[in-house]
């Protein structure tokens, strides 16, 4: 299994709060993705990054942000929750692009925003 | 505007029958298509890919079909198993290192 871990996995928080979601990798790979999953949605590509530093966002941006200073970290935040952003959110990870990769995802973090 | 569709959310199947599961994009730049499968409380896992320099490509049970003309791929599981109920998600290279995903299909398999 890809060594890919989120956090917090579980998270409970109020309309209005910044939330920072960690996701962890010890593979060395060099793109990196966070994805929500709603019902109906499937997974939609929040934001991604394709190196240290370079970060572009995905379909459902708005409202997220991520940074990325090394390689094995990828932070997304929400900087004032809603409602609509309860969801669960995958980081996921791959190695190489064109024809060749291949996603590797995180178990995912629960957040409900009240 | 979904690029990936899944027009199926879900499918049941005896154990032992075959699976077809559907996914039809809307780009035809697109080259690269992947299956992912996903169980409840995990992340998806990998399933199988197919590149579009192929129409088919195997591997054990499972077997995806790309029809590039009418911008359609499916999964074939034979025989399906009780173990491999789970939602399935095609998805596709969208260019500039982003994967888009289907809605999913959530296919049971009856014992």
């Known amino acids: 299994d890809a060594g890919i871990t989120q956090s917090p996995r579980h998270k409970v928080t109020e309309t209005g709060t910044p939330v920072t979601l960690r996701c962890h990798q010890t593979e060395n790979h060099r793109y990196m993705y966070w994805y929500r999953q709603d019902p109906g949605h499937g997974l939609r590509l929040i934001h991604y990054?394709?190196?240290?530093?370079?970060?572009d966002k995905g379909e459902v941006s708005d409202g997220y942000s991520v940074s990325r200073s090394k390689t094995e970290d990828f932070l997304l935040t929400l900087e004032s929750a809603t409602s609509s952003q309860t969801s669960v959110y995958f980081c996921?990870?791959?190695?190489?692009?064109?024809?060749?990769?291949?996603?590797?995802f995180g178990e995912g973090s629960r957040l409900t925003v009240l | 505007d979904q690029q990936v569709k899944q027009n199926s959310p879900s499918l049941s199947v005896q154990e032992g029958r075959i699976s077809i599961l559907n996914c039809d994009y809307t780009n035809s730049m697109f080259d690269y298509f992947l299956w992912y499968k996903k169980y409840p409380a995990e992340g998806p896992t990998f399933l199988i890919s197919i590149s579009s320099i192929k129409d088919k490509n195997e591997d054990g049970r499972f077997t995806v079909f790309l029809n590039k003309s009418a911008k359609h791929l499916s999964l074939h599981i034979v025989p399906s198993q009780p173990g491999d109920s789970a939602v399935y998600f095609c998805a596709v290279e969208s260019g500039t290192y982003k994967y888009i995903f289907g809605t999913g299909t959530r296919l049971k398999v009856l014992a």
């Open positions: 990054s394709y190196g240290v530093k370079d970060t």
């Open positions: 996921a990870i791959s190695e190489s692009y064109r024809n060749t990769g291949e996603l590797f």
